[in-house]
């Protein structure tokens, strides 16, 4: 049985850093691309960053230069290391796993080609 557990979320203030884990189960955890999402309240979910077999990422507009997603495939663990957080980065996170772009017809980390989802971990970032 496949499972993505999320922790790591928490509260913090504007300007400080969170890391989050993703411990992955069930599956050849090397073999799929990663990907981190977010959810806000009243808005669509987004991708934060994903991170594909051979290590290529990709990161949104939205946090380049705050994030990085790397893993750990010895402790099939992903990461998501966030600072400078802002408030309106507050949001659910969430892990997610889908086949490589190699052999998806979507790009990593493009939700649709995901297969498999954490329940996600909360971020609230005051002002």
């Known amino acids: 049985q496949v499972q993505l557990v999320e922790s790591g979320g928490g509260s913090v203030q504007a300007g400080g850093s969170l890391r989050l884990s993703c411990a992955v189960s069930?599956?050849?955890?090397?073999?799929?691309?990663m990907g981190w999402f977010r959810q806000a309240p009243g808005k669509e979910r987004e991708g934060v960053a994903s991170?594909?077999?051979?290590?290529?990422?990709s990161n949104a507009d939205s946090v380049k230069g705050r994030i990085t997603i790397s893993k750990d495939n010895a402790k099939n663990t992903l990461y998501l290391q966030m600072s400078s957080l802002k408030p309106e980065d507050t949001a659910m996170y969430y892990c997610?796993?889908?086949?490589?772009?190699?052999?998806?017809?979507?790009?990593?980390?493009?939700?649709?080609?995901?297969?498999?989802w954490g329940k996600g971990t909360l971020v609230t970032i005051s002002s």
């Open positions: 997610a796993a889908g086949p490589s772009q190699a052999y998806s017809d979507y790009a990593c980390g493009d939700s649709d080609g995901m297969d498999y």
């Open positions: 069930g599956y050849t955890y090397s073999s799929y691309c």
């Open positions: 991170i594909d077999t051979d290590g290529s990422t």
